[in-house]
């Protein structure tokens, strides 16, 4: 595990240091171009944490970057998003030959977006907390699309900075936003197998789970527990079984424990309060209350019906 600390990255003129460009045209918002970055790793290691959003699309990257366990050699449209207070760590892996490398990497400091809508709203993008091996594949004519969008904003900041600079530059990026969101809606739709083995696996967790005494013993598992296991995201993992069953992974964890209680209320006759605690409820009226808001009848009720 590498020991190098994370560089904080507080400003876009921090960003431009950090890859050894020139200052920034706007203190609050930059469309860097990929190709003249030139950050000095140490160890081929670089490590940063920023206080800004950052949205990239890259191609043709010379060389592989590693994030986390896995490699990206970005030979195809990638769009990636960070929200301020993400650490990004990235390992340059040199390989003997490759293409230009191009791209963008938009940077917004969150005091660009005060005083308008997008200040609140950015928060419903889900995606801005994804992680990079969760990526956004683009297909040429998306790919187009954001370029489009990315090209608009520079030149308003560039040129035509007066009264109503700020608020096109946001109605820009919140149509980049949205764009991206529906791009992910159909990487969802045209990933299905993959996404199903993704269900698969959370509800054999779920099930080894509850079928583990030391497991429940630890408390309820959580969605950051899920997740973490899972080797996604919170956001992604939510994100990829709503696309596929209209639920969250906390609906899906509320589902598999309210089965598991029916279970046991039905064909045991363990106490409500001893079902309450094998399944990892501290308090056996969290228990109930839950169960009376999932089935609109309290334990109790459930087991009368089957006597």
Known sequence: MSSTIPTRLKTISDLHRFNNMS???????????????????????????QEFYTISIKRNVIGKYRYGQQTYDFDEGLMTFFSPEQVISVKLIPEEAGNSPSGFILAIHPDFLFGTSLATNIKKYSFLNYSVREALFLSEKEEHTVNEILHHIMTEYQTNLDQFSQQIIISQLELLLNYAERFYQRQFLTRKISSHQILDQLEKILDDYFNNDDGVNGGLPSVQDIAQIMNFTPDYLSSVLKSLTGQTTQQHIHHKLIERAKMKLSTTTLSVSEIAYGLGFEHSQSFSKLFKSKTQQTPKEFRTSFN
């Open 23 to 49: 200052p920034p045209e706007h203190p609050l918002i930059s469309l860097i171009d990929y190709s003249k970055i030139n950050p000095t790793p140490e160890d081929n290691e670089l490590k940063w944490v």
